[in-house]
């Protein structure tokens, strides 16, 4: 048997000392400091510790507890990715998660030697990359990682090696301990103005920082400890700005923070303990919206400080857990994580105000667009309402919304408030950060000579992101896309636009939006007559949408686009009866085909379509109508690689007003709550809820109508068998009038999805949209 007593006493001090994981959200100083929690305790599974938090190049957020991954998809939801140890249940820990290559990496804790594991394309679970403990399994954990000069990096605890990988090989790309038997771990990484920088656990004379340039042999940058033996390990290291800053563990006085400019000097950034002796360990380290920001272990429960530039001021105004003991920037919000033995891990958000984005509408060129907001709280609600029009002024104001009710704000409204006629997109910025509100969008038209108005409608978003994927468009067919880009940074956008076009290689188009405003593209400009679905991939956040008409304007339909591609994707609306035609399109945005199984929950249970292959960077279109005729449905999508998907549905070719569509980007997961702010009886309007199902067990619903401008919803409840779906006429509970919809699955455990559809004039216009949603 081997012996690992310095192994041991590391891995007890950093259990001793790391005891607390929270995850939050970043925002203004000068903003609300409630902390909000976003995920269930121990993720619902009695987990204790974050050990890593990550996120990717395209903005998705991970997380590792104690040997279990999970990807982060809004509200209080996340998702299980792969099975418990990362593929092999001997796997305790996974403390360190990189991107390399376009795939995430982790490495794992593990007795018999520790593992570096994949998630290929393709792959249904974790894949090893590496031989355990790279034949020696005193490397038995591995701290931390990151990618330098086009190789991975991984340190690791036993004898304080660090490894490389060149995507085909493995070296080690250090001597043991840097030369001292003392250094027995590598607990940090970071690479700073062109080097790659390690962070070193030595119990003897302190900690070490060493610096790499990928060829020479590694050069030390500190004195041992920092000038104090009892500095025994650097567990942060983050590079911003020109500066390198280190944070140690420190029993005696606290730990510390240090940082580095080049040479061989130190600055100590405020006080031992940042503050307080009880601050032992400074786990995490991240600069956010251009303040230091710090992550301790404290006996009195975990902190989260910044650096003022004279002192260490606690953010957080009550215990984050135990400790905090990750932390993780994704776009304009910070994540931090904690260890929570009793009550299980948790995830917390400390971040900018609920927003809503609308990036398109306009009130010109015989357009009328209407907002609507959702307040389902029990009191009143403030909120900022941003236009930004087209080449034009950044116009702001203050709406009050009333308990439990639906807000319009009507074209005249918007007009006026704009100052005439323009082209603009929104922002909706509620003053409470605990505050659940919706926002969606109707926009009206009436096409030269046809006999009916049209209408498109489409929920916000709830943030911006710098990739976004549209599965629909076509400039075929007698159709138009437009491409609507919103931008309410401060900073020019710099857009890649790439069309995937069914049956042929894609085209990418740049653009550019300036800041604070909107900007609009033809598609048919870019890439003449095709059908496409497209990707987006920006220098700074931004959030587009997509507006199709076709038949000279007769009909449109348009919709939001999703952040991120998945396994599945979720359309609880769909029929091929009652004179409809559905369409489904399917976007695959990666470099390799994707196999696609396409499942139909009708009323009488589910109904699968034969598989098909879609080509890398394509898309395909699906009618229904084809393979399941006279049929109500929802329907499941999934790929054997992250794909996207759309439904487009036609009807009343063969009227006196002539053909009507509607449309909307699909949902990659079910979730608990939804909220549809539109809903509509009077005048001739129809407002049908639609409800999926997609579990194997049947599941109890609440569905609640909250009435134009306040007042008691009207309530209901009903059961919708597995695996199935039903539709809810607004009529049969309100006969006359405006509401606002919430729809609420009330079986423990069971997500939901779900959709609105309207119809005006005797189904001469209708329109379309999921809801927004939380769990």
């Known amino acids: 048997m081997r012996h690992r007593n310095k192994q041991i006493v590391i891995a007890i001090s950093f259990v001793c000392t790391i005891i607390a994981s929270t995850c939050l959200y970043g925002m203004d100083a000068h903003a609300s400091s409630t902390w909000v929690q976003v995920n269930k305790n121990g993720f619902g599974s009695g987990l204790s510790y974050i050990d890593c938090l990550f996120t990717s190049s395209i903005g998705r957020t991970y997380a590792s507890s104690d040997g279990f991954f999970y990807e982060y998809s809004g509200g209080t939801s996340w998702r299980r990715k792969g099975s418990k140890g990362f593929g092999n249940p001997e796997n305790w820990k996974g403390y360190a998660l990189a991107e390399y290559n376009g795939h995430l990496y982790v490495g794992t804790q593990n007795e018999s030697g520790s593992e570096v594991r994949t998630w290929p394309s393709g792959a249904i679970d974790w894949v090893l990359a590496n031989t355990p403990g790279w034949?020696?399994?005193?490397?038995?954990?591995?701290?931390?990682?990151?990618?330098?000069?086009?190789?991975?990096?991984?340190?690791?605890?036993?004898?304080?090696?660090?490894?490389?990988?060149?995507?085909?090989?493995?070296?080690?790309?250090?001597?043991?301990?840097?030369?001292?038997?003392?250094?027995?771990?590598?607990?940090?990484?970071?690479?700073?103005?062109?080097?790659?920088?390690?962070?070193?656990?030595?119990?003897?004379?302190?900690?070490?920082?060493?610096?790499?340039?990928?060829?020479?042999?590694?050069?030390?940058?500190?004195?041992?400890?920092?000038?104090?033996?009892?500095?025994?390990?650097?567990?942060?290291?983050?590079?911003?700005?020109?500066?390198?800053?280190?944070?140690?563990?420190?029993?005696?006085?606290?730990?510390?923070?240090?940082?580095?400019?080049?040479?061989?000097d130190w600055t100590k950034v405020g006080q031992d303990g940042l503050g307080s002796e009880d601050n032992s360990v400074v786990r995490a380290l991240v600069v956010f919206r251009g303040r230091l920001y710090a992550g301790t272990g404290n006996n009195a429960g975990g902190e989260v400080l910044f650096w003022d530039g004279a002192n260490w001021i606690k953010d957080n105004a009550r215990p984050l857990g135990d400790q905090v003991t990750a932390m993780t920037l994704r776009g304009d919000n910070l994540f931090a994580g904690n260890y929570t033995p009793n009550t299980g891990c948790q995830v917390w958000s400390k971040g900018s105000l609920p927003s809503w984005y609308l990036a398109e509408g306009s009130t010109a060129w015989g357009f009328q667009t209407e907002i609507n907001i959702e307040?389902?709280?029990?009191?009143?609600?403030?909120?900022?309402?941003?236009?930004?029009?087209?080449?034009?002024?950044?116009?702001?104001?203050?709406?009050?919304?009333?308990?439990?009710?639906?807000?319009?704000?009507?074209?005249?409204?918007?007009?006026?408030?704009?100052?005439?006629?323009?082209?603009?997109?929104?922002?909706?910025?509620?003053?409470?950060?605990?505050?659940?509100?919706?926002?969606?969008?109707?926009?009206?038209?009436?096409?030269?000579?046809?006999?009916?108005?049209?209408?498109?409608?489409?929920?916000?978003?709830?943030?911006?992101?710098?990739?976004?994927?549209?599965a629909e468009g076509s400039s075929s067919w007698g159709f138009e896309t437009w491409l609507l880009i919103q931008n309410s940074g401060s900073q020019e956008a710099?857009?890649?636009?790439?069309?995937?076009?069914?049956?042929?290689?894609?085209?990418?188009?740049?653009?550019?939006?300036?800041?604070?405003?909107?900007?609009?593209?033809?598609?048919?400009?870019?890439?003449?007559?095709?059908?496409?679905?497209?990707?987006?991939?920006?220098?700074?956040?931004?959030?587009?949408?997509?507006?199709?008409?076709r038949n000279n304007r007769r009909e449109g339909?348009?919709?939001?686009?999703?952040?991120?591609?998945?396994?599945?994707?979720?359309?609880?609306?769909?029929?091929?009866?009652?004179?409809?035609?559905?369409?489904?399109?399917?976007?695959?945005?990666?470099?390799?085909?994707?196999?696609?199984?396409?499942?139909?929950?009708?009323?009488?249970?589910?109904?699968?379509?034969?598989?098909?292959?879609?080509?890398?960077?394509?898309?395909?279109?699906?009618?229904?109508?084809?393979?399941?005729?006279?049929?109500?449905?929802?329907?499941?999508?999934?790929g054997s690689q992250p794909i996207i998907a759309e439904r487009a549905m036609y009807w009343g070719s063969d009227s006196s007003l002539g053909e009507a569509c509607h449309g909307t980007i699909g949902i990659d997961a079910p979730h608990t709550v939804f909220y549809l702010p539109d809903g509509d009886t009077s005048n001739g309007c129809e407002t049908w809820t639609l409800v999926q199902n997609p579990n194997d067990v049947d599941v109890d619903i609440?569905?609640?109508?909250?009435?134009?401008?306040?007042?008691?919803?009207?309530?209901?409840?009903?059961?919708?068998?597995?695996?199935?779906?039903?539709?809810?006429d607004m009529n049969d509970e309100v006969s006359s009038g405006r509401a606002a919809i919430l729809v609420a699955s009330q079986t423990s455990g069971r997500p939901i999805m779900v959709e609105r559809a309207m119809y005006w004039n005797s189904r001469g216009a209708g329109a379309s949209t999921i809801g927004g949603f939380r769990d």
């Open 135 to 264: 034949g020696d399994p005193h490397n038995w954990t591995i701290w931390c990682m990151t990618v330098y000069n086009g190789k991975l990096y991984c340190g690791t605890e036993g004898v304080g090696r660090v490894f490389s990988y060149d995507g085909s090989n493995w070296a080690q790309a250090n001597v043991d301990g840097f030369g001292n038997p003392e250094n027995i771990a590598v607990t940090s990484m970071a690479v700073h103005e062109g080097f790659l920088y390690a962070g070193v656990y030595n119990d003897d004379t302190g900690c070490e920082i060493w610096r790499y340039d990928g060829t020479n042999p590694w050069v030390k940058v500190n004195t041992s400890g920092f000038g104090s033996k009892y500095n025994h390990g650097s567990w942060a290291l983050h590079s911003s700005s020109g500066s390198l800053f280190a944070g140690t563990m420190n029993w005696r006085t606290g730990g510390q923070v240090w940082e580095y400019k080049g040479g061989s």
């Open 494 to 549: 710099n857009c890649s636009i790439t069309y995937m076009i069914e049956g042929d290689s894609p085209v990418m188009k740049a653009k550019k939006i300036a800041a604070n405003s909107r900007a609009t593209f033809n598609m048919a400009d870019d890439i003449g007559e095709r059908d496409a679905s497209i990707m987006i991939v920006s220098d700074v956040p931004i959030i587009p949408e997509r507006s199709m008409y």
């Open 375 to 470: 307040n389902p709280n029990t009191t009143n609600k403030t909120v900022t309402a941003r236009y930004l029009p087209t080449n034009g002024t950044v116009v702001e104001e203050t709406i009050v919304l009333e308990a439990r009710s639906q807000t319009t704000l009507t074209n005249d409204y918007l007009i006026e408030a704009l100052g005439g006629e323009k082209d603009f997109s929104t922002e909706i910025l509620c003053e409470d950060l605990s505050t659940t509100i919706a926002v969606d969008r109707t926009m009206t038209w009436t096409g030269p000579g046809a006999n009916s108005f049209e209408t498109h409608a489409s929920i916000g978003c709830t943030g911006d992101a710098k990739t976004w994927y549209l």
């Open 702 to 728: 609440e569905v609640r109508y909250y009435p134009s401008g306040g007042g008691y919803p009207i309530t209901f409840t009903d059961t919708i068998e597995a695996n199935s779906r039903k539709t809810y």
């Open 557 to 638: 339909h348009g919709s939001i686009g999703t952040m991120s591609a998945s396994e599945d994707y979720y359309l609880a609306e769909g029929t091929t009866d009652w004179g409809f035609t559905t369409y489904i399109l399917i976007q695959n945005p990666n470099d390799s085909e994707s196999d696609v199984t396409v499942t139909y929950m009708t009323e009488s249970g589910p109904v699968q379509q034969p598989d098909f292959t879609i080509p890398a960077s394509s898309r395909k279109t699906i009618r229904v109508n084809d393979s399941l005729p006279n049929t109500d449905f929802s329907t499941r999508i999934h």
